[in-house]
């Protein structure tokens, strides 16, 4: 894998769902929301607001789809797992 730099800061972004999928002339589309809790009076308001919208072709949908996929089996199979090291995941 080559050096990844980020010279840019980019800022990390939460996100709490996936609000819409959709794949169309080879890309697939994600809108992620993030819930957003707003007092008004005496309530809080809960909205979900969107957060990211992400563009990727296939080939990344499907290196997202297998780095997730180690996760979740790291993570959800038996006793808890200690976090992988970067070059475990890649």
Do not use: H, W
Not at 41 to 70: H, I, N, P, W
């Amino acid at each position: 894998m080559p050096d990844i730099s980020d010279p840019k800061n980019v800022p990390v972004i939460f996100i709490s769902d996936v609000a819409g999928i959709g794949f169309l002339n080879g890309v697939c589309n994600l809108t992620l929301v993030t819930a957003q809790f707003t007092p008004s009076g005496d309530v809080v308001d809960t909205d979900l607001v969107v957060a990211s919208r992400l563009r990727f072709d296939l080939f990344c949908a499907q290196r997202l789809y297998e780095m997730l996929g180690k996760i979740i089996d790291q993570n959800t199979k038996g006793p808890a797992q200690p976090p992988a090291k970067a070059s475990e995941v890649n």
